[in-house]
């Protein structure tokens, strides 16, 4: 079963505008990760974040967490057409075994130059 | 360094026969992890390794489905026999070993496309 719900499930932007995606998840985690996947390829990890973390920033990348809530929204700032991408939360559960991840439906990306 | 490798990239088959997928893992990566992924879907677990042990296999339908990674490095994920719905992208991923903490960044390979006609 999948966990994480993110919202929208498809995107389309202008390039130089802001992308946003949220990801809901049902259970306590330990931390959250953002990956993308480019068409036909693998997912690439780009950043995690600590269920004690609020925020974080990589490059044009922001992630923020809310525990209480249990959502998470990822931005994208200065969307280039290389980001052309889908989008996935993928979350490590307090009561999974090992380094398990339990990845949601993917929000799709297209930016448009 | 070298990334997750996996093959075939493709693989068209009729049901009810077999196939089997390869993935070698990131050199000293201890933990690996076998994905399903159906098309607009995200990953789903089907098995996860640490060396040549079972940690998670929850997901995995054993009655068709089988894995193995007999020296802890390679590893081959086979469906025999192969149904309709079995169409999907294999991904295999890597990651250090799970005694290292929890906080572990997963690093996948290209995947396998598997068609069931």
């Known amino acids: 079963s999948q966990q994480g719900e993110e919202d929208p499930q498809a995107l389309s932007i202008q390039e130089g505008e802001n992308a946003t995606m949220n990801c809901s998840y049902k259970t306590s985690i330990n931390n959250l990760q953002w990956y993308r996947q480019n068409s036909g390829r693998g997912l690439v990890h780009l950043i995690l974040i600590r269920s004690n973390e609020r925020e974080k920033h990589s490059g044009r990348l922001r992630v923020t967490l809310d525990t209480s809530k249990k959502s998470s929204s990822l931005l994208i700032t200065a969307s280039r057409a290389a980001d052309t991408a889908s989008y996935f939360c993928?979350?490590?559960?307090?009561?999974?075994?090992?380094?398990?991840?339990?990845f949601g439906g993917g929000t799709r990306v297209l930016v448009k130059p | 360094e070298a990334g997750v490798a996996q093959s075939p990239r493709y693989k068209i088959i009729e049901k009810r026969q077999s196939v089997a997928f390869w993935c070698n893992p990131i050199?000293?990566?201890?933990?690996l992890y076998w994905y399903q992924q159906i098309l607009g879907q995200g990953p789903k677990l089907l098995i996860q390794f640490q060396n040549n042990g079972v940690v998670d296999d929850s997901q995995l339908p054993k009655d068709r489905f089988s894995a193995e990674r007999l020296k802890g490095v390679d590893s081959t994920l086979k469906i025999q026999p192969a149904k309709l719905e079995d169409s999907a992208v294999y991904l295999c991923a890597s990651s250090l070993s799970i005694a290292y903490g929890l906080y572990n960044e997963q690093f996948f390979g290209p995947g396998t496309r598997l068609t069931v006609l």
């Open positions: 050199s000293g990566h201890a933990t």
């Open positions: 993928a979350t490590h559960d307090n009561k999974a075994a090992g380094n398990k991840l339990t």
